[in-house]
């Protein structure tokens, strides 16, 4: 009664229910290269599309292929783990179909 | 002589209102959003209240592809395990003045921003401007993809993740704590489904809004609207609280879907899509200049949006400030002037309408939610537990109500539950 039922499905698995056209030859935000380990936690917080993973050696993964474009990652890390953060190329990115 | 009287970034809510008022002047008007349509790349909760659109669109407004006109208002206070939920029915929601309806931007832009054109304002879609072109502080045209365009004037309508504001009036980038992340889904269903389930007509929809286990104690809350045969299910969480949350952004919104008060709703509906958008919550304190030389802020660009807690207004606020820029904009192309002395009719303007007399009324709301936790980690149990003391019924013989209740508050302690009133209807 007290824990609500398991969340089973993944954010990855949302994700590909989604419209992108991805850009293989630019990354449109790229990490610095050694990020600060704390602010990749916190990024793995905010990322409402999950693409920033930590392991526990604090190794860091970053997927920019499955971004929503939001700009949260710019606001909590630009200039510092988030070495730069631009829009992905003309028509790339994700197209929403509701919004 | 400079290639467009004006150029308008963005074609969300704002830049077609203002493309709009510039054509309707006579002036020539470039409108440049970086989606390959209008609308490919926003995201709203999302409830437009259509005074605004009315007022801006008098005659076409009615046939503006929206989903439900919103008849049912819900408020409820989410603990792990319960909803204390205030249900509210009103006919005065269908008086044209004040009627909501749900809408889902990638079938709203679009209409819109062919209003734009109907009214006489070029487009061009798929390409982003880059950065503006400035003589010396003043601001003379963009620069997108190949293209160097100059224009007496700039609207800079780009939302609430502008990378233009800097550059066109100084803005620093938010803070953490002046913005929220927006997630959401869309689950598709039957629309006699959707009905029944919102106890409404094919046609009517309810909106329901969460504060609580939404977001995890988190700043923030959750919300549902009914669309015609979808339904938007999401939450919107302040950025510097989610940083520091034992649980991803994602992850609150997967437990908040699977939350035994709202899953029933959702049951057997298909996810078909998930989106993820910032939303400005610093109020009218974290609001840049509105404008600069040669150029004007309007919508989120300027961080303009209401967020009360229970509700966050930001479209129908983006399409009275870019009309109003549009016409400001107009004037002072007329005069001759488009310097920041010569646009600041617009702030004036804007002071004295709606969009930042809410935002003024609203001004300490940001404050009040912050040094406020108890709203969000706290009063959800509280009201849970009474209602147990009410409903729950076992055969163990019962307690007075009013001492059993007074028992619970007293748990939080009755200063600060006085204390956080006081302080709630001061900030509003
Ligand atoms: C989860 C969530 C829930 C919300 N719920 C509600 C709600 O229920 N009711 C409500 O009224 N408001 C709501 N809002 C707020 C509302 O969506 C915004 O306030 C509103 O969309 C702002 O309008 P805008 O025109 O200023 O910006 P936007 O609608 O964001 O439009 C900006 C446009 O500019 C384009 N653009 C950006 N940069 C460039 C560039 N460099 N070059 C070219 N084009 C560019 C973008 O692609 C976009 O089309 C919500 C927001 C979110 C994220
Ligand atoms: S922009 Fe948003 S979705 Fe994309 S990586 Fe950054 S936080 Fe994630």
Redesign the interface.
Known sequence: MTTPPPATVGVETYLALNRYTVDEEHAHIVLAEHPDRSQLEQLARVCPAGLYKVDDAGNATFDYAGCLECGTCRIVAGGGAVASWRFPAPTMGVEYRFG | MADFDAIVVGSGCAGPAAAIELARAGKSVLVIE???FA??????GGRLYTHALKALLPDVAGSAPLERRIVRERVSMLS??SATTLDVTDEAMRDGRHESWSV??????PWLAEQAEAAGAEYIT???VEALLKDGDRVTGVRA?EDDITAEVVVLCDG??S?LAQQAVGAA????DQ?A???K??VALPESVISDRAMCADGDGMAWLFVGDATHGSIGGGFLYTNRD?I?VGIVAT?SD????D?????M???F????SV?PILRGGQ????????VAEGGYDAMPPLVGDGVLLAGESALMCVNAGYTVRGMDLALAAGQQAGRSAALALAAGDTSAAGLAGYRAALEDSFVLRDLRTLRRFPHFMESTPRVFAGYPDLARDVMRSLFLVDGTPMRRPAKEIGRIVRRTGYLNVAKDIVKGVRAL
Do not use: Y
Not at chain 2, 39 to 44: D, F, I, L, P, Q
């Open positions: 970086r989606g390959t609308g490919a790349k926003n995201v709203s792990t395990d889902l931007r990638a079938r709203f832009d798929g390409i982003a993809g609430v993740n990378l980038r938010p803070r953490p913005v992340v927006g997630v889904q869309v979808t938007s950025v989610v940083m520091e949350s649980t991803p952004i994602h992850r919104l997967e437990d879907t699977h939350h035994p899953a996810v078909v899509e998930h989106s993820g958008h910032l």
